[in-house]
T-cell receptor, first 114, second 106 residues
Framework: DTAVSQTPKYLVTQMGNDKSIKCEQN?????MYWYKQDSKKFLKIMFS???????INETVPNRFSPKSPDKAHLNLHINSLELGDSAVYFC?????????????FGEGSRLTVL | QQPVQSPQAVILREGEDAVINCSSS?????VHWYRQKHGEAPVFLMI?????EQKGHDKISASFNEKKQQSSLYLTASQLSYSGTYFC???????FGAGTRLTVKP
């Protein structure tokens, strides 16, 4: 069983479209994250949820909207896609918001905006 | 601010050693180290929770100087499998360093 799973793995879409990426973890963790990794490999925190509550919302355009229906799921919806949104998006989870838990990453979702 | 890593890249021959440094202008209460191989997700290597703590993982070890807000990752007798990008992570604000690309050649 995959611990943190993301779908889809690849998205290719046109500018202006809307897309969603789903993430699920079966580790029983209470904190989930979305990270964006650009072409230079820089990993940037976008959002963090603890027990379905948003705890971190970095400077991310409001075209990005996370949704956490329960502790095991954190989805990412992106409206009006732009070329600069092209990146690999990683979902991760950890136990606890005390910052001591290691991060478990999903395989990543590669988004290409044409 | 994200942690600052150095060097940005390093090339080694098998069996050589390397040190990767990580420093932060923000308080570092604990530090994680991750390795990411090409086309894969980052994988946790170790966490350092206390100042001065050193941890080891096979021939990879790390130290943490809380006062100086620095951590270093030591790779000894490198193997081909060590190739990848290494990231330090400030647990305090969930930010990663920019990464150090390590290439080990035969």
């Amino acid at each position: 069983d995959t611990a943190v799973s993301q779908t889809p793995k690849y998205l290719v879409t046109q500018m202006g479209n809307d897309k969603s990426i789903k993430c699920e973890q079966n580790l029983g963790h209470d904190t989930m994250y979305w990270y964006k990794q650009d072409s230079k490999k820089f990993l940037k925190i976008m959002f963090s949820y603890n027990n379905k509550e948003l705890i971190i919302n970095e400077t991310v355009p409001n075209r990005f909207s996370p949704k956490s229906p329960d502790k095991a799921h954190l989805n990412l919806h992106i409206n009006s896609l732009e070329l600069g949104d092209s990146a690999v998006y990683f979902c991760a989870s950890s136990q606890g918001h005390s910052h001591t838990g290691e991060l478990f990453f999903g395989e990543g979702s590669r988004l290409t905006v044409l | 601010q994200q942690p600052v890593q150095s060097p940005q890249a390093v090339i080694l021959r098998e069996g050589e050693d390397a040190v990767i440094n990580c420093s932060s202008s923000k308080a570092l209460y604990s530090v994680h180290w991750y390795r990411q191989k090409h086309g894969e997700a980052p994988v946790f290597l170790m966490i350092l929770l206390k100042g001065g703590e050193q941890k080891g993982h096979d021939k990879i070890s790390a130290s943490f100087n809380e006062k100086k807000q620095q951590s270093s990752l030591y790779l000894t007798a490198s193997q081909l499998s060590y190739s990848g990008t290494y990231f330090c992570y400030n647990n305090n604000d969930m930010r990663f360093g920019a990464g150090t690309r390590l290439t080990v050649k035969p």
